[in-house]
C-alpha cells in the first residue's frame, strides 16, 4: 500500500518550496554569465492542481453523473478524482497537487465510521501534497485534527496510524 503523502500545513510556504525547486537549474555552458545563469534560473513553468470542499466522499453518489459525448456518466468520489488528476499531470514535468480544506468533516458514513482515515490514505494515494485546514476539519476539535496530522488511534479506534503525515512528508522532500 502507498504511504500517504500530504500534510496539513502551510500551503504558501510549500508552495515557495517547490516553486525555488523547480527554477533551480544548472548553467547551460561555463561560457555563462552570472546575468545569464541568474535569467535561466529565475523561471520554469509548473502546474498547480488545487482541490477543496472533497468532504470524504469517497465514492461517488446517486445523481453525481456527467454528460459525457451524449452518455450520463457516475462522477465525483477519489476514483473519480484519481483519474482527472493523472490525466492533468500527463506530460507536465513540474506539477503539484493541493488542497484548499474541508478534505474530511461532513462527511459521509464511509469517511466518518473509520475515523476520516480511509480518506486520508486516499488522498496520499491520489498524490496530494499539501492541504490547508478548512473549518470541517475543527469539527471534531483541535485534538482530533492533530491527531489526523499526527497519526494515532482516533475516537472509535477503528483504524490506527503510527506514523505521522508529518514524518512521511518530511521523508518525501528529503527524498526530492
Not at 8 to 37: H, I, K, R, Y
Not at 94 to 103: E, Q
Request: hydrophobic content about 40%; overall charge negative; proline content about 3%.
Amino acid at each position: 500500500m502507498r504511504e500517504t503523502k500530504f500534510v496539513f500545513g502551510a500551503l504558501v510556504g510549500s508552495l515557495a518550496v517547490l516553486v525555488a525547486a523547480c527554477g533551480a537549474s544548472e548553467p547551460e555552458s561555463s561560457n555563462s554569465t552570472p546575468a545569464d545563469t541568474a535569467e535561466a534560473s529565475a523561471t520554469a513553468p509548473i502546474q498547480i492542481l488545487a482541490i477543496n470542499d472533497f468532504h470524504g466522499r469517497l465514492q461517488a453518489e446517486e445523481g453525481m453523473t456527467v454528460t459525457f459525448e451524449g452518455d450520463d456518466i457516475d462522477a465525483g468520489g477519489a476514483a473519480y478524482l484519481a483519474a482527472h488528476l493523472q490525466q492533468a499531470r500527463a506530460d507536465q514535468a513540474h506539477s503539484t497537487s493541493v488542497a484548499a480544506g474541508d478534505l474530511i468533516g461532513g462527511a459521509p458514513f464511509l469517511s466518518s465510521a473509520f475515523d476520516h482515515e480511509p480518506t486520508v490514505e486516499s488522498m496520499g494515494a491520489l498524490g496530494l501534497e499539501v492541504s490547508s485546514v478548512g473549518n470541517h476539519e475543527f469539527d471534531k476539535g483541535i485534538d482530533e485534527l492533530l491527531r489526523i496530522v499526527d497519526g494515532g488511534c482516533g475516537p472509535t479506534a477503528a483504524n490506527c496510524r503510527t506514523t505521522s503525515l508529518r514524518a512521511l512528508i518530511s521523508d518525501s522532500l528529503r527524498r526530492t
